[in-house]
C-alpha cells in the first residue's frame, strides 16, 4: 500500500495520550508545531511527487517511558529535568504519523506484548508468529524488554528494530564478542545489530544513522520583530537545574559587566536556587516562553552541561549566539564520568560538538572557559557581531522528513544486499584503472573513485569514493578532511585486493581478521588486512599503526545523511 502525507495530527495526539508529564509535555510540542509540519509535509510532498512510498506498519515502544524501566524522566519534566529525549521522541513520531506510516504506540510492556502477540502467560521464551510490523522503533530500554518478551524469535526479527540512542553506539561495542575480548563490553551495546539500526540526536558517527529532531522555525513576521526587539545586552544561561552553575561566579561576573544574564533554573518556592543576585531568574519556562526569551537575547551561554541537547539549536534558531566551553582534552567514555559506560568512544571537543563542526562562526563560539581573557574577549565580540536567525536544514521539520523517509525507503538489514565477499576471494569489477590518484592536500591520503557496477545498494555506489587515511586517523576525520563523510554500507564492497590496489598500497601479504580497524594497511611492512567480521566494519575506528582503507561518500549540503543520489 502507498503511503499518503498527512497534515492532521488529531489521531496522533489521541494514541499518545496525556496520562504522565512527559507525554503532556511532548503532546503540547506536536500542537505547538503542527503548523510547520503541515508546511514542510505540502513541501516535501511536491517535491517527491511521482516517487511510489510504501506504506508501513510501524510499531513504536518508548522504553525510558514504561513504569517497568523505573520511568524515572516523567516525574522531573516540570523540575528541571531532561527534556532532549522527549523533544526527539515526540517529533520521531510526528514524522512517522506525517509520513503517512500506519502507527501503534506503546508505552507500557503490557501494550508491547499485546502488539507483538506475546500469549498471556507463556514463559519468558515464547516464539511469536510472524512479525506483525515492518519496523520497530525503541530504545536500549525497550529493546531489554522486547528480547526478554520475545524469547527465541528476538533473534529472527531484530533486523526490523530501530534503536533510538541519543548518544550512539560504535561497531567495536555493538559486536558482542568482540566486545568481550577487548574491553568494550559495557551495559548498554553488545546487542550485534547492524550499527546502522542505531540511530542518534546528532550525526556523531557514520556507523549510526542520524535521526534528529527539529527546531521551532520562525515565520517572516516573527523574524521581523526579532531583528526589531533584540536586546544587544541581554544573555540567558543554559542550565535548567542549579547544579549546571555551581563554580561559575566569575565568569557570571566578567559577563555581567557587559550584559543582563538571564536563566531559566527551576526552584521551589520555599527554596530560590543559589544563583547571584544579578541573574534574573524566570524558573523552567514552558517551551513556548523559553522561545519567546530567546528571541530577545543576543547571547546564549552553555556552562558545559547538559551536553549535546536542543537548547543550543533552538537559540541558533532566535538569532542568539551560543558561547561554549572547548573541552582540552576532549571528554569521552575513557576519562569522563558522564559519558563512562556509553558504548562509544566518541571525543567530546566542546558541550555541543555538532554546533562547533556543523555550524560555527559567527553564530556559535567555542573558547577556553579556564581563561577569564579568552571568555571576556568573546563576549566584547559578541556584543558587536551581527547574526541572523539560523537552522541547519536538517533540524527543519522538512529535512526530517526527507531523511526519516529516505531511510524508510531505503534501508533494509533484514536482507543482505551485498553478498559478503568470502575473504581472500579477489573479486573482479569492471572498473576505470585506478590512475590517477588524486593526492589531498596537506595529508597522505589518497583518493580512488571505482567505477563499480555492484548490486543494489544504499546509499548507491555511484556515490563512493576511497580515501586511504594517513595514521592514527579514523575514517570518520579522513573522509571529513576530504570534503566527504563515511558510509560503512560501503565496506562491503571495499573489503578486498581491488581496493588496496586501487589505493597504490602494494600489499605483500593480505591477512583477513576481526579487528574494527580493518581493513588497513600498515604501509612501511607492506602488510594488508582484511575485514573477517561484517559487524566490525567502523568508521569510527582508529590505530597508531594501521592506515585505514576508508569508503567515503558525498553529503547534501545541510542533510548530512543523504548523498546527491541518495533520493
Ligand atoms: C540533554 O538534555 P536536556 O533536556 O537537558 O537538553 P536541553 O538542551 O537543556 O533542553 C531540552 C529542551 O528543554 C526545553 C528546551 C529544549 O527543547 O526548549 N526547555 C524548556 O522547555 N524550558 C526551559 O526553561 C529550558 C529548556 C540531551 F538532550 C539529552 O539527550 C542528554 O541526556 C542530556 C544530558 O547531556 O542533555
Not at 508546511?39 to 517527491?48: C, D, G, H, N, T
Not at 534558531?317 to 566551553?325: E, R, S, T, V
Request: net charge neutral.
Amino acid at each position: 500500500r502507498q503511503a499518503f502525507f498527512r497534515s492532521d495530527l488529531s489521531l496522533l495526539l489521541e494514541r499518545v495520550g496525556s496520562g504522565k508529564e512527559s507525554l503532556s509535555f511532548m503532546r503540547r510540542r506536536m500542537r505547538r508545531l503542527s503548523a510547520q509540519w503541515a508546511v514542510a509535509a505540502r513541501r516535501l510532498e511536491e517535491r517527491l511527487r511521482g516517487q511510489y512510498r510504501e506504506q508501513k506498519r510501524i510499531l513504536v515502544h518508548v522504553g525510558f517511558l514504561t513504569e517497568e524501566s523505573g520511568d524515572v524522566f516523567s516525574p522531573k519534566v516540570l523540575k528541571g529535568g531532561p527534556l532532549g529525549e522527549m523533544v526527539q521522541w515526540a517529533d520521531i513520531l510526528t514524522t512517522l504519523h506525517v509520513l503517512g506510516h500506519n502507527l501503534k504506540i506503546s508505552l507500557s510492556v503490557k501494550e508491547l506484548q499485546g502488539s507483538l502477540g506475546v500469549p498471556p502467560g507463556r514463559g519468558s521464551c515464547p516464539l511469536i508468529g510472524p512479525l506483525s510490523f515492518d519496523l520497530i522503533y525503541t530504545d536500549y530500554h525497550g529493546l531489554q524488554q522486547m528480547k526478554q518478551h520475545m524469547g527465541l524469535s528476538f533473534r529472527q526479527h531484530r533486523c526490523h528494530i530501530r534503536v533510538i540512542d541519543t548518544f550512539g553506539t560504535e561497531p567495536a561495542y555493538n559486536n558482542e564478542e568482540y566486545a568481550t575480548l577487548h574491553g568494550y563490553r559495557t551495559n548498554w551495546g553488545y546487542w550485534n545489530l547492524n550499527s546502522k539500526q542505531y540511530m542518534t540526536m546528532f550525526p556523531h558517527t557514520p556507523d549510526n544513522s542520524f535521526m534528529g529532531f527539529v527546531t521551532e522555525e520562525l515565520n517572516q513576521t516573527e523574524r521581523f520583530h526579532i531583528q526589531r526587539d533584540k536586546v544587544n545586552n541581554m544573555a540567558v544561561v543554559y542550565g535548567k537545574e542549579a547544579s549546571m552553575w555551581k563554580g561559575k561566579e566569575k565568569l557570571l561576573t566578567i559577563l555581567h559587566r557587559y550584559m543582563d544574564i538571564h536563566g531559566t533554573v527551576y526552584y521551589e518556592a520555599q527554596r530560590p536556587p543559589e544563583v547571584p543576585a544579578f541573574v534574573r531568574n524566570h524558573g523552567l519556562l514552558p517551551q513556548q516562553e523559553l522561545q519567546q526569551l530567546l528571541r530577545k537575547a543576543k547571547l546564549f551561554l552553555g556552562f558545559g552541561f547538559p551536553y549535546e541537547g536542543p537548547a543550543p539549536l533552538e537559540a541558533i534558531a532566535n538569532g542568539c549566539i551560543f558561547l561554549q566551553p572547548k573541552f582540552d582534552p576532549p571528554r569521552s567514555s575513557l576519562n569522563h564520568e558522564f559519558f563512562r559506560g556509553k558504548p562509544t568512544s566518541r571525543e567530546v571537543s566542546s558541550q555541543h560538538p555538532y554546533t562547533e563542526q556543523y555550524i560555527g562562526k559567527p553564530h556559535v563560539r567555542t573558547v577556553d572557559f579556564n581563561n577569564s581573557q579568552e571568555f571576556e574577549t568573546a563576549v566584547v565580540d559578541i556584543l558587536k557581531d551581527k547574526v541572523e536567525p539560523f537552522i541547519p536544514y536538517e533540524y527543519t521539520c522538512e529535512g526530517m522528513l526527507e531523511r526519516v523517509n529516505a531511510y524508510i525507503q531505503h534501508q533494509d538489514f533484514c536482507h543482505r544486499g551485498v553478498p559478503f565477499p568470502k575473504v581472500n576471494e579477489s573479486r573482479t569489477w569492471p572498473g576505470n584503472p585506478p590512475s590517477p590518484f588524486l593526492q589531498l592536500p596537506n595529508s597522505t591520503a589518497l583518493i580512488w573513485a571505482p567505477n563499480i557496477s555492484a548490486p543494489a545498494c544504499w546509499p548507491p555506489l555511484s556515490a563512493l569514493r576511497l580515501v586511504l587515511s594517513p595514521e592514527a586517523s579514523s575514517c570518520v576525520k579522513t573522509c571529513q578532511d576530504a570534503g566527504l563523510i563515511c558510509e560503512p554500507a560501503f565496506f562491503p564492497f571495499i573489503n578486498n585486493m581491488e581496493a588496496f590496489n586501487g589505493l597504490n598500497a602494494q600489499c605483500e601479504s593480505l591477512e583477513a581478521e576481526k579487528n574494527h580497524v580493518f581493513p588497513a594497511v600498515q604501509v612501511d611492512r607492506r602488510e594488508c588486512f582484511q575485514q573477517k567480521e561484517p559487524l566490525l566494519f567502523s568508521c569510527a575506528g582508529v590505530s597508531a599503526k594501521h592506515q585505514r582503507v576508508c569508503p567515503c561518500r558525498d553529503y547534501l549540503h545541510g542533510q548530512v545523511a543523504l548523498c546527491r543520489d541518495c533520493l
